[in-house]
């Protein structure tokens, strides 16, 4: 029988979704469809009590559901309830259980570029929902973490979470220091960069070793990533970030492996040819 995934948000035109997921079941020989639909805020209840009724075995919620769709849930996951936001859902014997993907989604793509995490530490700018996700995925696996970000009460209240979740943090404004020197990891996890405006502080100084990461891949290469290149640092935008959460949310909705070569190469051809 047919399978039904789907995602949810608004805006939701431009989500790859859809193209990543389908060139998965194309790979596998999978008889799915993935489809995207458009929900505003009020519509929330009614779409979730749609997508169970037509029988939908999954779907993913963005923005900007991922804090507001738990109310409708049955169930969350451990990863679900840390970060406070679900972007996977499962409809299992009726029941709709919400997941996240996000932040397991991020240290994958990361460690597959700078190995294991061990001894290193990292430093995060900004502290929205996307950096939270991040920020208690990096701690679960030991990182102390920096965040910085323009309104310090914001980052000092993230790193207060992410201390209460058993990881070390510390906080500070958006400024450079004497972490540029100490730094593994940076990672970028604000929309400043989005329409190609260059990023408050300069990396210039920062150790050539460190991994950088914008969480944007849309533009391709931000001027974050660019001026952080010239820096000689190895960098990383938010594609493979995003293929990773897809590939967790189809483990958790099929309990198989993702084709993730097959599934990289359609967003690879897509970014490739939208820019
Ligand atoms: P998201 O859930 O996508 O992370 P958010 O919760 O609205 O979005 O968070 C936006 C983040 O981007 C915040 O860290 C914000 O900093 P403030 O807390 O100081 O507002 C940061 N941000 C947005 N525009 C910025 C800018 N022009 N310069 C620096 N930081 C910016």
Same mark, same amino acid.
């Given at each position: 029988?047919?399978?039904?995934?789907?995602?949810?948000?608004?805006?939701?035109?431009?989500?790859?979704?859809?193209?990543?997921?389908?060139?998965?079941?194309?790979?596998?020989?999978? &008889?799915?469809?993935?489809?995207?639909?458009?929900?505003?805020?009020?519509?929330?209840?009614?779409?979730?009590?749609?997508?169970?009724?037509?029988?939908?075995?999954?779907?993913?919620?963005?923005?900007?559901?991922?804090?507001?769709?738990?109310?409708?849930?049955?169930?969350?996951?451990?990863?679900?309830?840390?970060?406070?936001?679900?972007?996977?859902?499962?409809?299992?014997n009726g029941k709709l259980i919400g997941h996240n993907t996000d932040g397991?989604?991020?240290?994958?793509?990361?460690?597959?570029?700078?190995?294991?995490?061990?001894?290193?530490?990292?430093?995060?700018?900004?502290?929205?929902?996307?950096?939270?996700?991040?920020?208690?995925?990096?701690?679960?696996?030991?990182?102390?973490?920096?965040?910085?970000?323009?309104?310090?009460?914001?980052?000092?209240?993230?790193?207060?979470?992410?201390?209460?979740?058993?990881?070390?943090?510390?906080?500070?404004?958006?400024?450079?220091?004497?972490?540029?020197?100490?730094?593994?990891?940076?990672?970028?996890?604000?929309?400043?960069?989005?329409?190609?405006?260059?990023?408050?502080?300069?990396?210039?100084?920062?150790?050539?070793?460190?991994?950088?990461?914008?969480?944007?891949?849309?533009?391709?290469?931000?001027?974050?990533?660019?001026?952080?290149?010239?820096?000689?640092?190895?960098?990383?935008?938010?594609?493979?970030?995003?293929?990773?959460?897809?590939?967790?949310?189809? &483990?958790?909705?099929?309990?198989?492996?993702?084709?993730?070569?097959?599934?990289?190469?359609?967003?690879?051809?897509?970014?490739?040819?939208?820019?």
């Open positions: 029988m047919e399978k039904h995934f789907a995602v949810i948000g608004d805006p939701i035109a431009h989500s790859l979704s859809p193209l990543m997921h389908m060139a998965g079941y194309g790979a596998v020989g999978l &008889e799915a469809e993935y489809q995207r639909f458009r929900v505003k805020t009020g519509d929330l209840g009614d779409a979730v009590k749609g997508l169970r009724a037509l029988g939908f075995s999954g779907w993913n919620v963005t923005i900007p559901h991922k804090e507001s769709i738990i109310p409708y849930l049955d169930e969350l996951t451990p990863e679900a309830a840390r970060a406070g936001a679900v972007n996977t859902v499962k409809c299992s397991a989604g991020f240290g994958r793509s990361v460690q597959e570029y700078m190995g294991a995490f061990t001894g290193k530490t990292a430093v995060l700018l900004g502290a929205g929902g996307a950096a939270k996700g991040i920020a208690l995925a990096l701690a679960e696996q030991g990182m102390p973490i920096l965040v910085l970000n323009r309104s310090v009460d914001k980052a000092e209240e993230l790193a207060r979470q992410i201390q209460a979740h058993g990881g070390k943090a510390s906080a500070g404004g958006l400024q450079i220091g004497a972490w540029l020197d100490h730094v593994d990891l940076l990672v970028q996890t604000t929309s400043v960069g989005l329409q190609g405006e260059s990023y408050p502080i300069s990396l210039q100084g920062i150790r050539p070793e460190a991994m950088v990461v914008d969480i944007i891949y849309r533009p391709w290469e931000t001027p974050f990533l660019q001026e952080a290149k010239t820096q000689g640092c190895q960098t990383l935008n938010g594609l493979p970030m995003f293929l990773h959460q897809g590939g967790l949310a189809w &483990e958790f909705w099929l309990g198989t492996k993702a084709p993730l070569p097959q599934m990289w190469a359609a967003l690879l051809h897509e970014v490739e040819h939208s820019d």
